[in-house]
C-alpha cells in the first residue's frame, strides 16, 4: 500500500532556532499534501494544503511566515518552524493523496515530535 | 465552520466488550473516514464510507455512513487490547479536511 514517510520522528531544538520536517511519499506521487498539528489528546488540527508547484494554502490563524512549507517535487513536501518557541511543541503530522485521486483516502506519515527548549 | 462532533470523548471497557462511538455533523457530506492512532504515530485508516446508507466491515470493525448524510457510527466488537487507542471520524467538504475531536479507548485485560 501507498506510504508516506515524516523525518524526523522527533526532534528537540533551542528557542529561535528554525527546524525543517519532512514529508515523503515514497511509491505513489502526491500533488497535494496536508499539515496538521495535534496537542496531547487533542485531534488534529489541519495547518495547511501544500501544492506541488504553487504555495501552500493555510488554514486561519496559522502564521505562513513562521510555518514555511515547500512543495518542491511529486513525492516531497517540507515544513518549516521557523524561530521556534516552546509553544510550538507539538506532535506535527502529514498527509498526502494519490495524485489525481480524488476524494480517495490520505496516508499520513508517522508525525514528528518537536520540542523546543 | 463545519461542525463535527465526535462521542463519547473516552471509553474504558472490559476486554471481550464491544464498542460504539459515532460522528455527528451539522452538514451534508458525501465521505466519511475512520482512523485509529496510535500513540506517537500518525492515523491509519480503518474503514472509508462514500454512500449513504452503507454499512462496511473490516474484521471486528463495522461503520455506517448515515442516511441522512450527517452521521456515522463506528462499533468494535468483542475487543482486545490492542484495540487501545484513538479513534477518529474524518470528513472532507470543498478543500476542507475536519477530523473528530477523537475518542480514547482503553481497554481493561
Known amino acids: 500500500g501507498a506510504v508516506v514517510s515524516q523525518h524526523p520522528s522527533w526532534v528537540i531544538c533551542k528557542s529561535g532556532t528554525s527546524v525543517k520536517i519532512e514529508c515523503r511519499s515514497l511509491d505513489f506521487q502526491a500533488t497535494t499534501m496536508f499539515w496538521y498539528r495535534q496537542f496531547p489528546k487533542q485531534s488534529l488540527m489541519l495547518m495547511a494544503t501544500?501544492?506541488?508547484?504553487?504555495?501552500?494554502?493555510?488554514e486561519q490563524g496559522v502564521e505562513k511566515d513562521k510555518f514555511l512549507i515547500n512543495h518542491a517535487s511529486l513525492t516531497l513536501s517540507t515544513l518549516t518552524v521557523t524561530s521556534a518557541h516552546p509553544e510550538d511543541s507539538s506532535f506535527y503530522i502529514c498527509?498526502?493523496?494519490?495524485?489525481?485521486?480524488?476524494?480517495?483516502?490520505?496516508?499520513f506519515g508517522n508525525g514528528t515530535r518537536l520540542t523546543v527548549t | 465552520g463545519q461542525q463535527l462532533n465526535q462521542s463519547p470523548q473516552s471509553m474504558f471497557i472490559q476486554e471481550g466488550e464491544d464498542v460504539s462511538m459515532n460522528c455527528t455533523s451539522s452538514?451534508?457530506?458525501?465521505?466519511w473516514l475512520w482512523y485509529k492512532q496510535d500513540p506517537g504515530e500518525g492515523p491509519v485508516l480503518l474503514i472509508a464510507l462514500y454512500k449513504a446508507g452503507e454499512l462496511t466491515s473490516n474484521g471486528r470493525l463495522t461503520a455506517q455512513f448515515g442516511i441522512t448524510r450527517k452521521d456515522s457510527f463506528l462499533n468494535i466488537s468483542a475487543s482486545i487490547p490492542s484495540d487501545v487507542g484513538i479513534y477518529f471520524c474524518?470528513?472532507?467538504?470543498?478543500?476542507?479536511?475536519?477530523f473528530g475531536a477523537g475518542t480514547i479507548l482503553r481497554v481493561k485485560s
Open positions: 452538514s451534508i457530506f458525501n465521505t
Open positions: 498527509s498526502a493523496r494519490l495524485q489525481g485521486a480524488g476524494n480517495s483516502p490520505l496516508h
Open positions: 474524518r470528513m472532507e467538504y470543498g478543500n476542507k479536511l475536519v
Open positions: 501544500s501544492n506541488e508547484g504553487s504555495k501552500a494554502t493555510y
